[in-house]
Structure formats: C-alpha cells, structure tokens
C-alpha cells in the first residue's frame, strides 16, 4: 500500500533554532518526493521536488535530503524564523504511464516557531 | 497562492443541499486537481482532469461531482450524498506530458461547513 508517513507530528521550538522533520514512504513506483509549506486557512506552497537521482536541495533555509535507498526524506529549517509556523507536508509522486503522476500526502508535521 | 483562484473562502450549507465550489486558473495549465484536507490527515484526490471535458475519479469520488467545460475552470459539486462534506477543499493545476516533476499550485482553499 502507497504510504508516507511524517514525524514528528508536532513542534514547538524557539526562534533561530535549527530543526529537522522526517517523512518516510512505501511507494511504488516512485517518481519524486516534494515538501510543502502550508500556512492555516492556506493552500499548500511548493519548497523543494527531488527525483531518485538527487540526494539534497536546497531552497534558501530549507534543506531536504533524500536517500531512495531507504525510502526516507527530511527537512532541515535553520535559523527558524516565526514565519516558518506552519505545516510541513511530504508528498511522494508515483509515476503512471499516461504522464499522470498521483501524489500521496503525508499528514504533516505542525510547527511552532516561538520567540 | 500563485494563479489559481476559490470562492467563496467559507461555505455554510444545511445538510442535504448541494453545493457547488468554484476553482479558476489563469495559468495555462491543462490539468486541474480536487482535494480534501481533513484534521489529521494527507490531502485527498477526489478528482482530477488532465484536458478539457475529460476527467477521472480519484480515490474518494463518491458523493462529488465536476465538469470541466472550459480551460480555466474546474467547479466541484458536493452532493446531499456525500456523507460527511465538512471540510478544507483544496484546487489545484499543473502542467501535464513529457517532465513528471511538473508542480501542482494549489489554491487558497474552501472550508465547507455542512449542518
């Protein structure tokens, strides 16, 4: 069954600190991996899309690393800022022939940044 | 938000009524996309369309239906037999063919509240 599942499921951290949320999937056959930002009330805005043969991107204070291999993703914030409050989603594309690529979401992780 | 478009932002309805929500995109993009976002959950395909007066069920169709008569436009229905209609519904488009990394932009999103 096509999964993905992310930890933690909350966090609270303080400004300018640095964290990492997790996303690992079961996903077949795999097209690329995306983390989006979601703000409440908002709809979900792209950060970083890696296909197999990428390892890590970078998207200014965001980082998301990939290891195919594993089946496993992560996102680094650093030097959060009060912005970065929001829902992180991760979402796995599955390729089907026909050019249609299905996405499977994540629950996302909700972030706190405090002061 | 980028070029896509939802009104109304939040929709109270009485049970038992339909009820149709718009999406609009002046993106270009071929494809269009229907989701649900419940608490605790990843986002769901009810529907999508790939081209103009063709689309397919995604994989919580029941109680909902499209049309996509024009380009720009995908409007969904929420019908009285969809069983548990609150919630956030999300619109989303991209571009289709050829790169499977294409983006889905994601609307602002309705928060349908059925009584």
């Known amino acids: 069954k096509n999964q993905v599942e992310q930890s933690p499921q909350s966090l609270i951290i303080l400004e300018g600190k640095n964290c990492t949320l997790q996303c690992n999937y079961t996903v077949s056959p795999f097209s690329n991996l995306r983390w989006y930002k979601q703000d409440t009330g908002r709809g979900p805005v792209s950060l970083t899309i890696?296909?197999?043969?990428?390892n890590t991107k970078s998207n200014g204070r965001y980082t998301a690393t990939l290891d195919a291999d594993t089946k496993q993703s992560s996102l680094h914030i650093t030097a959060s800022q009060l912005s970065d409050s929001a829902s992180y989603i991760c979402v796995v594309s599955a390729y089907f022939s026909g050019g249609y690529n299905k996405l499977i979401f994540g629950a996302g992780t909700r972030l706190a940044v405090h002061p | 938000d980028g070029g896509i478009t939802q009104s109304p932002k939040y929709l109270f309805r009485k049970e038992g009524q339909n009820v149709t929500l718009s999406c609009e995109q002046n993106?270009?993009?071929?494809?269009m996309y229907w989701y649900r976002q419940d608490p605790g959950q990843g986002l769901r395909l009810i529907y999508y369309s790939q081209i103009v007066n063709d689309f397919q069920k995604g994989d919580i169709a029941e109680g909902y239906s499209v049309s996509r008569e024009k380009k720009e436009s995908f409007p969904l229905t929420v019908t009285s037999a969809q069983k548990n209609p609150t919630a956030f519904y999300l619109c989303?488009?991209?571009?289709?063919?050829?790169?499977?990394?294409?983006?889905?932009?994601f609307g602002p999103g309705t928060r349908l509240t059925v009584t």
């Open positions: 890696m296909t197999f043969s990428e």
């Open positions: 989303a488009s991209s571009i289709t063919g050829g790169d499977h990394t294409y983006e889905q932009y």
């Open positions: 993106l270009n993009h071929d494809a």
